[in-house]
């Protein structure tokens, strides 16, 4: 095994098995990774400075009395920045496909993808769950389908067909491949599907001409985002200071404002036959759907203009609500 490939393989094991949170799970402590991987403190330090400088976000570590531990409460994480040349643009946020799933509802892609080209939609960020990955509780219960990593990414590569770029997360079902097949699942999917960039695992926060949003599966705070206390309750949501947070995860839509900041969940592209033949996805609150979000710059301001896609009952768009924003 050459240096290289070393260097690697530990940069792997250290990012995707020992540092990011599993629910139900405890970090790794600084000298159990350690021992775990036969580093020296100094060595495992060089590590995670080469590991922040190629990934999107920043583990710091602290000093007790002269002994390193992770802090992670205080994860650094990368702005991702973005300009359109105009001073009206709009974007489409879509989340929880669950591609490979038996219920994965790829004409409800379909449709939002051809909304967003008839809109003159500029940019589309996608919240996590491309894929229907493995996670914990398949192993539980026989109705969760553990998910293919190659039959998923064949059929992502079907889905996604639009000349629009979209941006995406990881979300939990996606990296749970990690586990189960050792590879880095956003890269793979950016490597293997047309127009889609990876962004980040989980969480991310983006900057389009100046316009503060930050993208947030939901896995890591595991709490909808208008129960949250901003500001007090998982920072990280609010690193930056966002005009918009947004979230996936919990398949349901909701916009509204708290502090400041506006809040929205965006609805999920997957329901079950069952859950679409008795009409329950009001109760789960929304259609099957995607948030479109027209934007105009002014001089000290943005006007916002939300409005949700509901595909099932309706097939048309629904203004949610409309927003002033200083810049």
Not at 22 to 40: A, D, H, V
Not at 128 to 134: C, M, R, S, T, V
Request: glycine share 4%.
């Amino acid at each position: 095994m050459t240096e290289k490939t070393k260097q690697k393989e530990i940069l792997y094991v250290i990012k995707n098995h020992l540092l990011m949170y599993k629910k139900g799970q405890r970090y790794r402590t600084f000298k159990e990774i350690c021992e775990l991987l036969n580093l020296s403190e100094k060595e495992l330090i060089q590590y995670i400075d080469i590991l922040n400088e190629v990934t999107n976000e920043a583990v710091t570590v602290k000093f007790n009395n002269e002994t390193p531990t992770f802090n992670h409460r205080k994860k650094e994480y990368k702005t991702h920045e973005f300009h359109i040349p105009k001073n009206k643009f709009k974007l489409c946020f879509v989340s929880d496909k669950h591609i490979g799933h038996k219920d994965d509802r790829i004409q409800y892609v379909h449709e939002v993808y051809e909304e967003a080209e008839k809109r003159g939609v500029d940019l589309v960020f996608d919240l996590g769950d491309l894929l229907n990955g493995p996670i914990e509780k398949a192993k539980k219960h026989s109705k969760v389908k553990i998910g293919n990593l190659e039959d998923s990414i064949i059929a992502a590569q079907k889905f996604h067909q639009s000349k629009i770029p979209t941006h995406f997360l990881a979300g939990n079902h996606d990296i749970g491949f990690m586990d189960t097949d050792g590879c880095d699942i956003g890269k793979l999917i950016e490597q293997e599907c047309k127009n889609l960039y990876f962004l980040n695992n989980l969480f991310a926060p983006i900057e389009i001409n100046g316009l503060r949003l930050n993208l947030s599966h939901g896995y890591i705070e595991q709490k909808y985002l208008h129960f949250i206390k901003l500001f007090k309750e998982y920072k990280f949501l609010t690193i930056n200071d966002p005009h918009i947070i947004l979230q996936g995860h919990f398949h349901r839509d909701h916009v509204s404002e708290n502090n400041d900041t506006i809040l929205c969940q965006v609805p999920s592209l997957r329901y079950s036959d069952e859950q679409i033949n008795q009409n329950s996805t009001k109760a789960y609150g929304n259609n099957i759907g995607a948030i479109f979000l027209s934007v105009e710059e002014n001089r000290n301001e943005y006007d916002l203009c939300f409005e949700e896609m509901e595909i099932i009952e309706t097939k048309k768009l629904v203004k949610v609500a409309e927003y002033t924003k200083k810049r």
